[in-house]
């Protein structure tokens, strides 16, 4: 049994919201064939506790703290924000989007244990993981 303090997982990230990646523009896109990093402004640690999903480090104003109600959906594909062709040929390259009620955060994209130069992401086992906690 997890203690509340014991996270059930985690893992480092690279992130952007729908509003952000929405606004970047076409050199932004074109740098990004050599770094995503470009696009997603936001890192720090994905870490999910029994009650809560955290992503540290996501604003100047600290952390940015989910529950289970305020994440509607996990999945990974790709967008008209984030295509194949940013995200690499290959499903692997596919974001995290996590559909939320928080208002400040909306629909946030997150590459999660990016290796660049596979264009590889833990994403797809991330979306199980937060779909399997969110249902309870």
């Not at 509340?4 to 729908?18: F, M, R, S, V």
């Not at 890192?43 to 989910?66: E, F, K, M, Q």
Request: a positive charge; hydrophobic letters at 40%.
């Amino acid at each position: 049994m997890n203690d509340i303090g014991t996270p059930l997982a985690e893992a480092d990230y690279i992130g952007a919201t729908a509003h952000e990646l929405g606004e970047k523009r076409a050199a932004a896109k074109i740098a990004a064939g050599i770094s995503q990093r470009t696009l997603f402004p936001r890192r720090g640690r994905i870490v999910l506790h029994p009650d809560r999903l955290v992503l540290t480090g996501w604003s100047h104003n600290g952390d940015l703290t989910l529950t289970r109600a305020d994440v509607t959906a996990a999945e990974t594909r790709f967008t008209h924000l984030y295509g194949r062709f940013l995200g690499g040929l290959l499903n692997a390259g596919r974001p995290l989007i996590l559909s939320t009620a928080d208002v400040s955060a909306g629909e946030v994209y997150l590459l999660i244990n990016h290796r660049g130069f596979l264009e590889t992401t833990d994403d797809r086992a991330w979306a199980q993981r937060i779909e399997h906690w969110r249902r309870g």
